[in-house]
């Protein structure tokens, strides 16, 4: 069994010596689905600032009625708009949250949240070292470093993207920022991810991509 370098334990490295790592991007996300359904801001604010802009015109035209009946419809397409973000749930949305769950309960160890985030048959590889655990092993390792050897005191993510490949398969990828004992260390993880028959989603590969003052040469399994 190798050292915490292998899985998590890099987190508590200091940041990287070299340039900044970014990683290849996810495909893109349609801008008028994405702000439909998951960030309506942009759009409802143009609308509602159009909708101003047409009343005051028309208002000093002497058409203050018609600029009304303008803004208002304005108003309800920008009210729509924000109303279809809240009522539903993209399937991005659902893998960024399901992200989110599954590094807060690797960085604090929490073994009865992390378990059912992950597929039975789920494969761990860590900067190009692939993991033979079986996910009963993975688990171990993570309740004996980061439960044991190391507490992680804060930790954040951003960067977040979310992609559906295809029906019932996605991915994400995130950054992770993690403090133990004062020292700071970020590392980019990607995660791909397998929807269950009860309509959750399950992690089935985790990739470390990049890990600060970390290298391949330092995994030894």
């Known amino acids: 069994m190798n050292s915490l370098a292998a899985l998590l334990g890099p987190f508590v490295l200091a940041?990287?010596?070299?340039?900044?790592?970014v990683p290849p991007p996810l495909p893109t996300t349609p801008i008028l689905e994405r702000w439909l359904?998951?960030?309506p801001w942009p759009p409802a604010i143009s609308l509602a600032a159009a909708a101003?802009?047409?009343?005051?015109?028309?208002?000093?035209?002497?058409?203050a009625r018609?600029?009304?009946i303008i803004a208002g419809v304005l108003i309800l397409a920008a009210g729509i708009c924000v109303l279809t973000s809240f009522v539903?749930?993209?399937?991005?949305?659902?893998?960024?949250?399901?992200?989110?769950?599954?590094?807060?309960?690797?960085?604090?160890?929490?073994?009865?949240?992390?378990?059912?985030?992950?597929?039975?048959?789920?494969?761990?590889?860590?900067?190009?070292?692939?993991?033979r655990e079986s996910k009963e092993g993975i688990l171990g390792l993570?309740?004996?470093?980061?439960?044991?050897?190391?507490?992680?005191?804060?930790?954040?993510?951003?960067?977040?993207?979310?992609?559906?490949?295809?029906?019932?398969?996605?991915?994400?990828?995130?950054?992770?920022?993690v403090e133990v004992?004062?020292?700071a260390n970020r590392s980019w993880w990607r995660i791909t991810w397998r929807s269950t028959a009860e309509g959750d989603w399950q992690a089935m590969h985790i990739e470390g991509l990049q890990i600060d003052m970390v290298r391949e040469s330092m995994i030894r399994r």
Do not use: C, W
């Open 181 to 183: 004992d004062g020292m």
């Open 37 to 39: 359904l998951e960030n």
């Open 88 to 131: 539903v749930t993209t399937d991005r949305e659902k893998l960024a949250d399901r992200t989110r769950s599954l590094i807060a309960a690797t960085a604090t160890a929490n073994i009865s949240d992390l378990r059912p985030l992950m597929a039975s048959d789920i494969g761990l590889n860590v900067l190009g070292v692939p993991f």
């Open 142 to 177: 993570v309740d004996l470093y980061m439960g044991s050897q190391y507490r992680v005191q804060q930790h954040s993510t951003s960067n977040l993207t979310a992609h559906v490949d295809r029906a019932g398969m996605g991915k994400t990828l995130v950054r992770v920022r």
């Open 66 to 68: 018609q600029g009304a």
């Open 15 to 21: 940041q990287a010596d070299r340039g900044p790592y």
């Open 52 to 63: 101003v802009i047409v009343f005051y015109v028309m208002r000093s035209r002497s058409q």
